[in-house]
């Protein structure tokens, strides 16, 4: 909207470079341009202000499928006045001078036409198509075929419009219809799911039985190992049995052979003793048979005195001692005794 101020009964106007202004002053045109600035009396002037900028056009529309399936489109229309004169002319652009906004609404009106011509070439496109084909191919046949009817619409270039770019943002069915639509694809990914889990769970299985298998070689090659160690252990005992027997039975006889040898040695030295013995006690009877009796008595007193107690002293009296010289002094004394 153009800026308009007030001085002194007059009106100065000041529009943007994206519109332009058109002033008639008594049904002759005086100003007309972009980006204009001028004063006027707002009682004799007619302005009229035409954009120029690219503008965006958003619409959706219901449309029917070749299979009688209900779709939404979603469009954008790009377009501008590329002849402001015949859009002033066609439309109604007019501005209040005092206030500088449009008395009618020519962007709706522009609107609209655009809208009816992009949805009625819509609609000749999808009424050929079934569902399934508009859903994957729609948007391109639609865009296309949008923009070749608006290229084609005899309505814009008469109003000096120019439609710079059409765009299709999406062909959407019904909620319950696009619910239905996806079931397979999701039945089908569930599939795979359930298929990726059966897998995992296969390949869990068949790593459980592979370590059930591993620790059950893993018992039976540990109780092999044990019966080989029991085994072992037994053929050690039984070397050890038969070892400490050898070394028994070789002790033995070697205990029983000193034993006889010691024996023997025992026996010849009692023999020897004996003998010795004997010769001796022969030499001692001997030599006792030759000795006189006094000398046998004086060896029997000896002997005598050394198994008696000790005798610190001893009191003979005359009459004994007289006696027991007198029967030494005989020789015949012992025999009569």
Known sequence: MADITRR?????????????IRHHKRGRLVHDGRGLSFWYRSLSAALSEVPVDDRELAMAFHARTADFQDVT???????????????????????????????????????????ETAQQHTLDALARTPLAVALVDGVASVRRSVAAGLAAEPRLPATGIEVVAVRVVAIRPEAEVERA???????????????????????????ERAIAE?????????????????????????????????????RTEAEAARKVRLARADAEAARATGSARAEAQAAWLQVHGETGPGTLYALAATRLAENLPRIESITLTPD??????GRLGRPDSGADA
Do not use: C, M
Not at 187 to 200: F, G, K, L, S, V
Not at 233 to 243: C, H, K, T, V, Y
Not at 320 to 325: I, R
């Open 8 to 20: 002194f009964g007059w009106r100065h106007l000041r529009s943007a470079p994206t519109t332009h």
């Open 320 to 325: 004994v001692l007289t006696g027991l010289l």
């Open 214 to 250: 591993n620790e059950l070689a893993s018992q039976i090659e540990l109780a092999r190992r044990e019966e080989q160690l029991v085994e072992q252990r037994g053929i050690n005992s039984r070397r050890e049995a038969e070892e400490k027997a050898a070394a028994d039975s070789v």
């Open 181 to 207: 639509l996806r079931t397979p694809a999701r039945e089908q990914i569930q599939q795979e799911a359930d298929r990726a889990t059966y897998e995992r769970r296969a390949v869990a299985v068949e790593r």
């Open 73 to 115: 489109v979603q469009a954008t229309v790009t377009y501008r006045i590329s002849d402001p004169a015949e859009a002033a002319d066609r439309l109604d652009f007019s501005v209040d001078p005092d206030t500088g906004s449009w008395r009618g609404a020519p962007l709706e009106q522009i609107s609209t036409l655009l809208t």
